[in-house]
Structures are given as C-alpha cells and as structure tokens.
C-alpha cells in the first residue's frame, strides 16, 4: 500500500519517513502492482499499440503516459502514476522531471538505446534463476536475451530465485563468472540496484549453483 503526505507527497509503508504522521492511503497494493505491470509493459513491449511514441533512447511523454494510463485504470492520476514510478522498489523507471518524460530502466524487447542507462560494472560473479527445462538449451547456447534486448543477471542468490519463480515454482539456480564475461569483451552493466544486463553469456561462462537451499 503506498500512502501520501500532505506535506512530503507519497510514500512506501504506515508512516511518512520524513514526519511520521500516517497521512492518507493513495493505493492499494493490487492497484499499484496492475499499474506497475502496465506501465512495465508498455514502455518495454507494446508502445506503439497504445499511441506511445518513445524516443531512441525508449522515453515517452509523461502526460501522454498519464493519459493512456488513466484510460486504461480509472484510479489512475498525477499523483498515483508519480508514486508509482518514483517509489518503484526495483528501479524500474527513470522519470526525467525537466523534460517531463519516462523510460523502463531494463527489460525492453522493443529496440532502444540504453547505453546512457546505469553503469558499467565489474562484478566477480552474477546468478540467474531460470526454469529447469531450460537448462539443457542453456547449457548448449549460452543465456540468450530470448524475447528482450538483453540478458537479465541478479547479483545475489535470492534475487535470482525469486526471477526464477516466475518461471517455475523450484526454478534453477545458474552461477554466471562476470569477471571472464568482462575478459571475453562483454560489457556488464548495472541497470538498477538488482539488476544487470549483458548481450549474451557463452556456455562455457554458466554453471549450475546446486548449493543446500
Ligand atoms: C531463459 C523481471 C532456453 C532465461 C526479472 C529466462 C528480470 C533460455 C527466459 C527481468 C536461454 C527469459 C528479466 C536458452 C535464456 N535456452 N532458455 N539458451 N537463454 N533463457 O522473463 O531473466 O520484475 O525474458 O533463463 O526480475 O527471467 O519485470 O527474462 O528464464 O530482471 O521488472 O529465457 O524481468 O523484471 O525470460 O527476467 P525473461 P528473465 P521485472
């Protein structure tokens, strides 16, 4: 449930973190995960079916984002597509205030130009959770973005079971050697706090993390 301030705007929990009073409840938590989706889902895959136009750089305008929103989710206004953006707990969007317009963050299968997004990175070692009939093409291919524009890495075990879970309920758990990723030439970037992407990760890079869980 995100919740709204009078005087420090929305926010994520029971009290406002910057004067503790309870304020007013802005949206629910079934609410916010349905816009969260859509808005995921059309600025990654399906702009253009709902009259976006992003740039090459995957921003579209904020009040047209706004418009098509609240035709689609009638709770939908300023200040709930603001929160939702904004508070996003996986740094989903980039909101660019000054030029009133947003982008997804990571994740696109539409073409864009995300080189400006996050930073290069040079992590020893990343996860990936997938599902357990995807090992054996895995193994041959290497991860391959298959529909996005790149490959998703976690930097941590429980981050990359819980991307696995939406794949299977007992996904497997695929240790990635960056540091040998990097020698290959295949630069990692840091897209948001626990998320990084690559173009692709050869075979001989990935290996089953069987580890006690
Ligand atoms: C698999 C979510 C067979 C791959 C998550 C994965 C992430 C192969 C599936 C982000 C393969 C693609 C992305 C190969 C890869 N043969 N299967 N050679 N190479 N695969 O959903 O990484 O919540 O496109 O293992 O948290 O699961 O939406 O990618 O299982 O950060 O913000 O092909 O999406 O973020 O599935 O998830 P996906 P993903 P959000």
């Keep these: 449930m995100l919740r709204t301030c009078p005087s420090h705007g929305a926010f994520e929990g029971v009290r406002c973190p910057t004067c503790g009073h309870q304020s007013r409840p802005l949206l629910g ?11 995921s889902g059309a600025l990654r895959h399906f702009p253009g079916d709902i009259g976006l136009e992003p740039d090459e750089r995957g921003f579209v305008d904020a009040h047209v984002l706004l418009e098509v929103a609240h035709a689609r989710y009638d709770f939908v206004d300023e200040e709930t597509i603001e929160a939702v ?13 000054e ?16 080189s400006d997004v996050g930073q290069p990175a040079r992590p020893s070692v990343l996860y990936h959770g997938t599902a357990p009939g995807n090992l054996a093409s895995i193994r041959e ?7 996005r524009q790149e490959v998703h890495l976690s930097p941590d075990v429980e ?14 758990l695929l240790r990635v050697e960056a540091e040998g990723l990097r020698q290959a030439g295949i630069e990692i970037r840091r897209r948001a ?9 050869p075979p001989r890079f990935v290996e089953v993390d069987d580890r006690d869980r």
Excluded: N, W
């Excluded at 953006?85 to 205030?97: N, Y």
């Excluded at 009133?100 to 864009?112: C, L, N, P, Q, W």
């Excluded at 291919?141 to 529909?147: C, D, F, I, S």
């Excluded at 706090?193 to 990760?201: G, N």
């Design 29 to 39: 938590g079934g609410q916010r995960t349905r816009l969260s989706k859509f808005l």
């Design 85 to 97: 953006l904004t508070l996003d707990p996986k740094g989903r969007f980039e909101v660019d205030e």
């Design 99 to 114: 030029a009133g317009r947003v982008r997804a963050t990571y994740g696109h299968s539409i073409e864009v130009d995300l």
């Design 141 to 147: 291919a290497g991860l391959v973005p298959m529909g």
């Design 159 to 172: 981050t990359a079971l819980e991307v696995g879970r939406r794949h299977a309920d007992r996904p497997v």
């Design 193 to 201: 706090a626990t998320v990084y992407t690559c173009e692709r990760v």
